[in-house]
């Protein structure tokens, strides 16, 4: 049973801790180095920062005030080193005032969100069908999504964020049911995709409702664009020589990291020209040759990275330098 009172190091484990580390270690050696968690959660990957990089800041952002306030308890032995902030990570350049030398993104939604079953975003447990990240806003929950959009709205938003295969199906379902009574708890959804749902689907993908509960959480908090409008303000902020690192775990999320990655380091030579003038260089290299997945040992003991992948990238030269 999940302990409601435990702290944040026994209910996290960091996906790709090792080699995340290795990758941002020449950035955060300089001596005060900046590293920045865009999406703290419970502060697995900034506690290993802090303690690996004796002279290394930290500042972290999430949107969720409980995490946030569990990280602060796990990280308050490291005193003025360790700066949490309250803000979605859209708001990222009005957080830091000068650049950063590293910076994470965990696009995954965090342990602790998955554990607190009365959030919503767990299907193996019934609870209201909340699903906000900050439930300290106003903004809609899975329970307005699923009793507001129309069908063709739902179908749009379960076959984009959910990919799921059934879309129409569910999106049908859904609303011939709301008709009868409005969606509030998360057990009857599941129950309604088990019905939906072709049982050969269900053995060969897994829980029915995993990519149902998936689109519904993208939608609510507003996820591929908020990450649209961050991975560029990312790269902006970053640092000569300093380095970006994003866990994506959906393939909608990697592709637009993939994209941006890819604009970052691509010349700026009119096409044509013979000979590729200084202020046309890239400002970016990749650090990575694609993406990196777990090892099977992580496979292994954390079942939640089975999706994840890991890119990242460097500021090779200032942002509109000549040289």
Excluded at 251 to 264: N, V
């Amino acid at each position: 049973m999940r302990d409601e009172f435990a702290p944040a190091a026994d209910r996290h484990v960091p996906v790709m801790l090792a080699e995340i580390l290795d990758v941002l270690a020449p950035a955060l050696e300089r001596p005060g180095a900046l590293y920045v968690d865009g999406t703290l959660g419970m502060g697995g990957h900034a506690e290993a920062v802090l303690e690996r990089f004796p002279e290394a800041r930290v500042v972290g952002i999430d949107r969720d005030a409980q995490a946030l306030e569990l990280a602060g308890e796990r990280l308050a032995r490291f005193g003025e080193r360790f700066r949490g902030v309250h803000a979605v990570n859209t708001e990222l350049a009005d957080v830091l005032d000068g650049p950063a030398d590293a910076m994470l993104f965990d696009l995954g939604v965090s342990s602790f969100q998955l554990d607190e079953l009365e959030r919503g975003f767990s299907y193996r447990a019934d609870a209201p069908l909340d699903m906000r990240m900050d439930q300290s806003s106003a903004g809609q929950t899975a329970a307005d999504v699923l009793n507001t959009y129309s069908q063709d709205e739902l179908e749009r938003i379960l076959r984009v964020y959910g990919e799921e295969r059934y879309a129409r199906k569910i999106a049908h379902a859904v609303v011939k049911e709301r008709e009868k009574q409005a969606w509030t708890t998360s057990a009857r959804l599941v129950e309604m995709l088990r019905s939906v749902i072709p049982s050969a689907s269900q053995r060969q993908s897994g829980h029915p409702a995993k990519r149902t509960f998936q689109a519904l959480r993208i939608e609510v908090n507003d996820e591929l664009r908020g990450w649209e409008n961050t991975v560029d303000t990312a790269l902006d902020t970053l640092a000569v020589d300093g380095r970006l690192a994003v866990l994506s775990f959906h393939s909608l999320e990697d592709r637009i990291t993939k994209q941006a990655f890819a604009r970052a380091c691509r010349s700026t030579a009119p096409a044509g020209l013979p000979v590729e003038l200084p202020e046309h260089l890239p400002e970016f290299e990749l650090l990575l040759r694609g993406a990196s997945t777990p090892s099977a040992t992580e496979l292994e003991h954390n079942s939640r990275s089975a999706s994840v992948k890991l890119r990242a990238i460097r500021r090779t030269r200032p942002k509109g330098s000549q040289s």
